[in-house]
């Protein structure tokens, strides 16, 4: 069964530095792996998406990274702002119908002035 | 944009009542799902469609069950609800096929989410 695990919990960093979370996963036969931002009370927005072929992914400030074989992702912040604020969750979509996701438990972002 | 869009923000419901929990959303995706999330607990999967009228249990389906009738709309039921389903309950949806790994295949996209309360 797939078990994704993401360090640290809690991360508190000031405006304008640049940080990673990690996300990393017990099986590496997936098909993708799914980012997303969640803020308080909210639904899920997703931010990126690496199918099992690719390396990285990029979006304004973000890019994300997969290594399948070491069942490992991260999740690049550039110049973090205070709107970054919010909980970070990984998902890993595995083969089969709907490539169901199995998520980890998020990082709780807070970016301070 | 990708829309989807659930029936309530907020629901109060008392014990044993019938709940409805409706999901639509507006992209044709052929994928829909019903999540839970607690605390501690995380995301988990209830159930899942991949066509009108196809359904699939998730990781923890036990009290609710779902409709298809149309490809835009997924509803889940909770038959006689508990004080243990007091959640935040979020649908998701997706355009994609089983085995397709490329482009946007299978990239999901969340509603805003309900908060129920079952007292």
């Known amino acids: 069964k797939q078990e994704v695990t993401q360090i640290p919990a809690a991360l508190s960093v000031p405006e304008g530095e640049n940080l990673v979370l990690n996300c990393s996963f017990t099986?590496?036969?997936?098909?993708?792996l799914q980012w997303f931002r969640q803020d308080p009370g909210k639904g899920l927005t997703s931010l990126l998406l690496?199918?099992?072929?690719?390396r990285e992914q990029t979006s304004g400030r973000l890019n994300a990274s997969l290594d399948k074989s070491s069942g490992r992702s991260t999740l690049y912040i550039a110049a973090s702002q205070p709107g970054d604020s919010a909980t970070y969750l990984c998902?890993?979509?595995?083969?089969?119908?709907?490539?169901?996701?199995?998520f980890g438990t998020g990082t709780r972002l807070q970016v301070t002035l | 944009d990708v829309k989807v869009t659930q029936s309530s923000r907020y629901l109060v419901k008392r014990t044993g009542e019938k709940v409805f929990l409706e999901c639509v959303q507006d992209?044709?995706?052929?994928?829909m799902f019903w999540y839970r999330q607690d605390p501690g607990l995380g995301l988990r999967l209830i159930y899942f469609?991949?066509?009108?009228?196809?359904?699939e249990k998730g990781d923890i389906p036990e009290g609710y069950s779902v409709s298809r009738e149309k490809k835009e709309r997924f509803s889940l039921i909770l038959e006689s609800a508990s004080t243990n389903q007091t959640s935040m309950y979020l649908c998701?949806?997706?355009?994609?096929?089983?085995?397709?790994?490329?482009?946007?295949?299978?990239?999901?996209?969340f509603g805003p989410g309900t908060r129920l309360t079952v007292l």
């Open positions: 998701a949806s997706s355009y994609g096929l089983a085995g397709i790994s490329v482009g946007s295949y299978n990239e999901q996209f």
């Open positions: 099986d590496s036969a997936i098909y993708n």
């Open positions: 690496i199918q099992s072929s690719q």
């Open positions: 998902a890993v979509g595995g083969r089969g119908t709907a490539s169901k996701l199995t």
């Open positions: 992209m044709d995706h052929e994928n």
């Open positions: 469609s991949y066509d009108v009228k196809m359904k």
